[in-house]
């Protein structure tokens, strides 16, 4: 079974940073894209930021110059840095993997999502 486990969040005052990570685990083959997405209550999941397999970065625009998203494929982990945080990047924060996997003795590609780390920005 893969696994991704994240850490990091917390409770920043505004302008503040905090950096999260997330590790995936179990019988893995490859990992394709990477992400981050985020929930605030009573909206949608939307995408934060995501990155290839050969490290190619996209941001949405609200948070180009202030997170950067990065991964190590040797330790399977995907990291966001998050800076200049603001009050309206309060929510849940999520971690998105697609893994080629053995699944059943079979390889399959599927999307993974980390349990979810909360960041809290406070005014």
């Known amino acids: 079974q893969v696994q991704l486990v994240e850490s990091g969040g917390g409770l920043v005052q505004a302008g503040g940073s905090l950096r999260l990570s997330c590790a995936a685990s179990g019988s893995i083959f490859s990992i394709n894209a990477m992400g981050w997405y985020r929930q605030a209550p009573g909206k949608q999941r939307e995408l934060v930021a995501d990155i290839t397999s050969g490290g190619s970065p996209n941001y949405r625009d609200s948070v180009k110059g202030r997170f950067t998203i990065s991964r190590d494929n040797a330790k399977n982990t995907v990291y966001l840095q998050m800076n200049s945080l603001k009050p309206e990047d309060t929510a849940v924060y999520y971690c998105?993997?697609?893994?080629?996997?053995?699944?059943?003795?079979?390889?399959?590609?599927?999307?993974?999502w980390g349990q979810g780390t909360q960041v809290t920005v406070s005014e």
């Open positions: 998105n993997a697609r893994i080629r996997a053995f699944q059943a003795l079979r390889l399959q590609t599927s999307d993974y």
